[in-house]
């Protein structure tokens, strides 16, 4: 067994999408190798209404998947193919955009006005980027819990993890997206695959992983006597940690626990084209679809 050791650790940046939506982006539109395949990760987490409420009216995806994974509210969705649907706490959807799709998804809050959500966006192969588009739409009861002896719950969403299966399925980069929730103060390692890109992102709480042999935490800069000191923190809410080659990952819980994604995948390996919610693999691929898009032929 190797432990993957921490080959980044980084912080939300607050942005504006849709139409005036509030969230944390936890990474996105930065080097398409640096989390291949995975493209961009937004936390939508909002207490006020006026925060969330305009959505994200009908816009276009073309050559990627869209997983949306939903924790307090409701998102109602509908696209150009005449789908519709509501995703609860706890759903889970997963968008193949393929060779196109116009969609929107509006957020509203439970009843104490709470919005809490994540979209992933996956990167397509060339050979997948023209595909019909389909949904995988899965409701809370049928995600797997998995609780071990020393209290750590697991949801599975995709992939293989402790025995059990996800139940989204036929993806293209093979992905592994799990839940995950360590009580306090709990040391626990997970197996991941060598060969996939790995990342984590917490969103509750607090913890520290291992790298090799030692804790890596966040490194902070902090003024004590007046001198300015560098030391490494516990990693905490709104954290990204991407991990580097090993097969397995090892977090320290903290006073309060800690809770995470854990995501991997298969790179893919490929040249990005990339605009907005349209990514292809060349240049040329990239002004054809934005023609389509244009002239009202993007839609097949």
Same mark, same amino acid.
């Given at each position: ?51 969330? *409420? ?141 060969? $996939? *890109?790995? %990342? ?9 992983? =291992? ?12 003024? %004590? ?5 560098? %030391? ?7 954290? #990204? ?10 977090? *320290? ?15 893919? $390996? ?14 040329? =691929? #990239?002004?054809?679809?934005? $023609? ?9």
């Amino acid at each position: 067994m190797s432990i993957r050791p921490v080959a980044h650790i980084g912080s939300t940046q607050s942005t504006m999408e849709g139409a005036g939506v509030k969230l944390e982006r936890v990474f996105g539109f930065q080097d398409p190798e640096m989390l291949d395949p995975f493209l961009l990760l937004d936390d939508f987490r909002n207490e006020r209404p006026e925060d969330y *409420q305009a959505g994200f009216p009908w816009h276009p995806h073309r050559g990627i998947e869209t997983i949306t994974y939903v924790l307090a509210g409701t998102v109602e969705h509908g696209d150009s193919l005449g789908n519709t649907g509501n995703l609860g706490a706890g759903d889970v959807q997963w968008m193949t955009a393929g060779r196109g799709i116009m969609h929107q998804e509006m957020p509203k809050g439970d009843a104490n006005g709470r919005m809490h959500g994540f979209q992933l966006w996956a990167n397509l192969p060339s050979s997948m980027k023209m595909t019909e588009p389909r949904y995988q739409d899965v409701t809370a009861p049928n995600i797997p819990v998995e609780i071990d002896d020393d209290g750590t719950v697991a949801r599975v969403i995709c992939g293989n993890f402790w025995g059990k299966s996800g139940p989204v399925d036929g993806i293209a980069a093979e992905p592994q997206y799990i839940d995950i929730s360590v009580p306090p103060g709990t040391r626990k390692r997970f197996k991941v695959d060598t060969y $996939k *890109q790995t %990342f984590a992102y917490i969103f509750e709480g607090s913890g520290s992983f =291992e790298a090799a042999s030692d804790p890596f935490g966040v490194l902070t800069e902090k003024e %004590f006597g007046g001198e300015e000191l560098q %030391f490494r923190d516990q990693t905490g809410d709104r954290t #990204l940690v991407i991990f580097g080659t090993g097969d397995e990952i090892v977090v *320290q819980a903290g006073d309060h626990g800690i809770r995470f994604l854990l995501v991997s995948g298969a790179p893919i $390996k490929e040249p990005v084209a990339w605009h907005g919610p349209i990514v292809m693999n060349t240049q040329e =691929e #990239l002004r054809q679809a934005i $023609k389509e898009l244009r002239s009202g032929s993007f839609i097949r």
